[in-house]
T-cell receptor, first 112, second 114 residues
Framework: SQELEQSPQSLIVQEGKNLTINCTSS?????LYWYKQKYGEGLIFLMM?????EEKSHEKITAKLDEKKQQSSLHITASQPSHAGIYLC????????????FGGGTRLMVKP | NAGVTQTPKFQVLKTGQSMTLQCAQD?????MYWYRQDPGMGLRLIYY???????DKGEVPNGYNVSRLNKREFSLRLESAAPSQTSVYFC?????????????FGDGTRLSIL
């Protein structure tokens, strides 16, 4: 089965600082999804990456997919307290993309 | 815009009791999923339904049953609850097309079994 490892497991940054979260797969990535979860709430879809080298941005969050390394990174620029939460990556385990394996998550705290 | 709605939001059960978790989506999605989320284990797929009328086992199906009632609704049943089933349960749905579609999640059901 496919395994996803996220690093770091937790992160505390000062407001305004940049940060990067990594997601590494043990197998080929058919598609990679990033979600954000606020404490005690559901998952909010952020971005989906499908092709090697693909890069997507939304507001101050950028995600990249390195197909050769079977890895994706999520970069937040000039972090804000509103960025705090748990970031999860999910990888499609088949071409249809309808079955996902999730990483263990990265807990982000942003200190004002 | 409701999206994916789960009921109840919280539930406490005694060992051996049964209950059904309800999930409904209003996005006309074909596929629906049930996950459980445990500390240190991430999200694990229990069952999924690729389309109305079909269901398949995921990674951790033991102790659970599902019913895809219609296109909108997908329920998860615990026949005889055990303390190991204490968890947060999430329902999700996704559309179907020529390319991968993201899954959209409900707010979860927090279930404690004593």
């Amino acid at each position: 089965s496919q395994e996803l490892e996220q690093s770091p497991q937790s992160l505390i940054v000062q407001e305004g600082k940049n940060l990067t979260i990594n997601c590494t797969s043990s197998k080929t990535l058919y598609g990679l999804y990033w979600y954000k979860q606020k404490y005690g709430e559901g998952l909010i879809f952020l971005m989906m990456l499908q092709k090697g080298g693909e890069e997507k941005s939304h507001e101050k969050i950028t995600a990249k997919l390195d197909e050769k390394k079977q890895q994706s990174s999520l970069h937040i620029t000039a972090s804000q307290p509103s960025h705090a939460g748990i970031y999860l990556c999910g990888a499609a385990t088949n071409n249809a993309g309808n079955m996902l394996t999730f990483g263990g998550g990265t807990r982000l705290m942003v200190k004002p | 815009n409701a999206g994916v709605t789960q009921t109840p939001k919280f539930q406490v059960l005694k060992t051996g009791q049964s209950m059904t978790l309800q999930c409904a989506q209003d996005m006309n999605h074909n596929s629906m999923y049930w996950y459980r989320q445990d500390p240190g284990m991430g999200l694990r797929l229990i069952y999924y339904s690729a389309s109305e009328g079909t269901t398949d086992k995921g990674e951790v199906p033991n102790g659970y049953n599902v019913s895809r009632l219609n296109k909108r609704e997908f329920s998860l049943r615990l026949e005889s609850a055990a303390p190991s089933q204490t968890s947060v349960y999430f329902c999700a749905s996704s559309g179907q097309g020529s390319s991968n579609q993201p899954q959209h999640f409900g707010d979860g059901t927090r279930l404690s079994i004593l």
